[in-house]
């Protein structure tokens, strides 16, 4: 069946059913165009807050159902592709960060967004790629200490404690994301040399190397929104996240031109997610192998962490 067929057979079974669709902007550009919702992991959690409909169906991996999960314990969250999972959030485990704690005793654990329930429910705060430089400072000051335990990601507790001064302790050294650890510092000067007039943003999941060499270094919100905020006629990016949002951007700012890159940045984990299955979960909202459901014990606790957040962000 042609992807339009199925795109408007499920937006009329959409309408019919007590459905809100909540995409990721890493998801396949034909999941992205008939969702309710697009953004990023935690602004989409807290749009499902807000939902008054019943079945939340969360195109992105696990940790984003379970988030939604958390913040939506009287919902049934739904994920399309039970194996989209984020091999980044699969680097920290619960028993690894109480292992960090009795090491570390004393300091505050920062956690990732993209991180499992259970992690989460063993942590003082959670953080954002757009917050966790204000988080670690708020935190660190709270505890009064000059250190943090941060994880998963190394990249990202180095970028931390680069912009904050706050020793950002990783859990573990090794935690990354694939898609965009790959980027490197030839991929970097390459797309200069291509497009010396354009402006280079990075995630800040990326090495520091190639961090360095980049004009902005932002969330795929902020990324998103600079580019939206762009006045200048004729502009042009290098886009040094997943695929998913540059053709978002591509989209909806047709006057603008965009570069990936790297032909490396592309999630498989985000890709298992297909317009079929969406398609094929409207029809089976009841059927337990697509939901995510975060037991309530852990839930309770992983909300303290989401929440101060959201307080301190
Ligand atoms: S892009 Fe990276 S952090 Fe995001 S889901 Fe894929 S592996 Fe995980």
Redesign the pocket.
Known sequence: MAVKQIQEEILTLKKEQDVVILA?Y?QPIEIQEIADHLGGSLGLSRLANKTDKNYIIFA??D??AETASILNQNKKVLIPNPE??????AYLTADKVKEYRINNPNLPVVVYI?STAAVKAESDICCTSANAVKIVKRISSEFNTKAVLFGP?ANLADYSEQKSGIKCIKMPEEGN????SQLTIEDMEKIRIAHPKSQILVHP?CIREVRELADFIGSTGQMYNLVKNNTTLESDFCIG??RGLMERMVQDFPNKNFHLISEKLL????KKNTIELMRYVLDHLDDPMFEVKVPPEIAKKALKPIEKMLEYS
């Open positions: 990721h890493y992105g991996v940790f984003m989209s999972c984020c091999p980044m959030a993209n990601d994301c694939y898609v965009h999941e996240t997943e999630c498989y984990n985000m």
